[in-house]
């Protein structure tokens, strides 16, 4: 046999058997464990000695308790769970406060947690927030289930150093995550989030709550009951990127959403018309340096979706308080709306003086370019690109 050929054999076989991984510093290890599960993490530490303690000291931790598919039915009772699901929910919780625990004064400065237990403990959830509060934690990432029970987040999550708040608290059977009145002047929060949550009372005679946080450059409401607000405020200076999705209320109560945004750059407002009534109204003003917008209607309840003279006239609305953009996405039944209310003929050809370009989530007949060139202007070219609906408007010199 060649002896070069078999001493490159040998290289090769000992190159496959080396552990390139524990050459890595700890800050890359650290940054894989990142898009890690806590339990996959702490399974490193028997690897070998500097493996053992160096879980401890990741700064991200990631923690999700995922039910098989028949035990995310939210009526079951723990008797009901399978065996493997039970064992998952039993040690779940223990899991946390003991990896809480060890970490003794490292630093955390990412906590996502997901559950999909429908039973998960607020006053154990509440301690772990304080805890990470303590540690000065930069991001909270809350997805959790809140079944027959109401639940009132800690004042000062929202006077912490958090720069990333998302917090998704899907309710059943009328339970509720309510929001502290200190989440109207967060100062430090950046990037906010928040879907299936109560927000605090308005305030005084009108029933105004005011968002003025400073610094809020990220604003995401969804699937929020705003019953107990007559108007919801948006006045954050800094604000870039704004999406309200599937806002409502109670049939017999009335809200107002209202934007004072200058700087506002994309705003993306998205109604489901099966939860909506015509006691919830959107009122975007001062919106000078907006440049795109997406604007969806949706329906589920009716197939045939007849409109109603208020879907339209709440569209209308909608567009003419976003006449400063360039780009122009609409979603759902937005055009079938329009086309059924001679009135935005008139209102939107004049109104768009900086528009370039209108997208349609996908064709819905061969007269959508007629329709969009008497609602926008005759100047219209039109295209289909991935299998999506573009018309561009140019501006006339």
Same mark, same amino acid.
């Given at each position: 046999m060649n002896p070069s050929l078999t001493m490159k054999k040998s290289e090769k076989k000992k190159s496959s058997q080396e552990d390139r991984i524990s050459d890595l510093s700890d800050e890359l290890i650290h940054h894989i464990f990142s898009f890690l599960d806590m339990k996959d993490v702490v399974h490193?530490?028997?690897?070998?000695?500097?493996?053992?303690?160096?879980? +401890?000291? /990741?700064? !991200?931790?990631?923690?999700?308790? &995922?039910? *098989?598919? =028949?035990?995310?039915?939210?009526?079951?009772?723990?008797?009901?769970?399978?065996?493997?699901?039970?064992?998952?929910?039993r040690?779940?919780?223990?899991?946390?406060?003991?990896?809480?625990?060890?970490?003794?004064?490292?630093?955390?400065?990412?906590?996502?947690?997901?559950?999909?237990?429908?039973?998960?403990?607020?006053?154990?959830?509440?301690?772990?927030?304080?805890?990470?509060?303590?540690?000065?934690?930069?991001?909270?990432?809350?997805?959790?289930?809140?079944?027959?029970?109401?639940?009132?987040?800690?004042?000062? +999550?929202? /006077?912490? !150093?958090?720069?990333?708040?998302? &917090?998704? *608290?899907? =309710?059943?059977?009328?339970?509720?995550?309510?929001?502290p009145i200190s989440i109207c002047t967060a100062e430090r929060i950046k990037i906010l989030e928040l879907n299936s949550v109560m927000f605090p009372d308005g305030i005084g005679?009108?029933?105004?709550?005011?968002?003025?946080?400073?610094?809020?450059?990220?604003?995401?409401?969804?699937?929020?009951?705003?019953?107990n607000i007559k108007v919801l405020t948006v006045s954050t200076p800094q604000l870039q990127r704004l999406k309200f999705v599937s806002l409502y209320t109670n049939r017999n109560k009335s809200c107002r959403v209202r934007t004072c945004t200058p700087n506002l750059k994309t705003i993306e407002v998205i109604i489901y018309t099966h939860e909506l009534n015509s006691m919830l109204d959107y009122c975007l003003e001062n919106l000078t340096s907006l440049a795109s917008a997406q604007i969806g209607f949706y329906s589920y309840t009716d197939p045939n979706f007849i409109p109603r003279k208020y879907y339209?006239?709440?569209?209308?609305?909608?567009?003419?308080?976003?006449?400063?953009?360039?780009?122009?996405?609409?979603?759902?039944r937005c055009l079938q709306l329009l086309t059924g209310f001679p009135k935005a003929f008139n209102k939107l050809s004049d109104i768009f003086s900086n528009l370039k370009c209108v997208m349609l989530e996908k064709p819905e007949s061969p007269y959508d370019q007629a329709v969009v060139k008497?609602?926008?202007?005759?100047?219209?070219?039109w295209r289909i690109e991935r299998g999506d609906a573009y018309f561009t408007s140019y501006q006339q010199s």
């Open positions: 490193t530490s028997i690897l070998s000695n500097r493996w053992k303690t160096l879980w +401890l000291s /990741t700064p !991200n931790l990631n923690f999700f308790l &995922l039910l *098989c598919h =028949d035990c995310m039915d939210h009526t079951l009772d723990d008797g009901d769970l399978c065996d493997s699901c039970l064992k998952k929910k040690n779940f919780k223990d899991f946390i406060d003991r990896v809480l625990l060890l970490r003794g004064n490292y630093r955390i400065d990412k906590f996502n947690l997901y559950c999909t237990d429908s039973d998960v403990d607020t006053a154990r959830l509440h301690t772990w927030i304080l805890s990470l509060l303590d540690r000065k934690v930069q991001q909270l990432i809350l997805e959790v289930v809140i079944y027959y029970k109401t639940w009132e987040l800690p004042h000062k +999550l929202f /006077t912490s !150093n958090i720069s990333v708040l998302k &917090l998704c *608290c899907e =309710d059943f059977y009328n339970a509720r995550a309510r929001l005679y009108g029933g105004e709550l005011i968002l003025s946080c400073p610094v809020l450059e990220t604003l995401k409401i969804a699937r929020c009951d705003l019953s339209p006239n709440l569209l209308v609305k909608i567009l003419s308080g976003i006449h400063n953009v360039q780009s122009l996405k609409l979603l759902g008497l609602l926008f202007g005759e100047d219209v070219q």
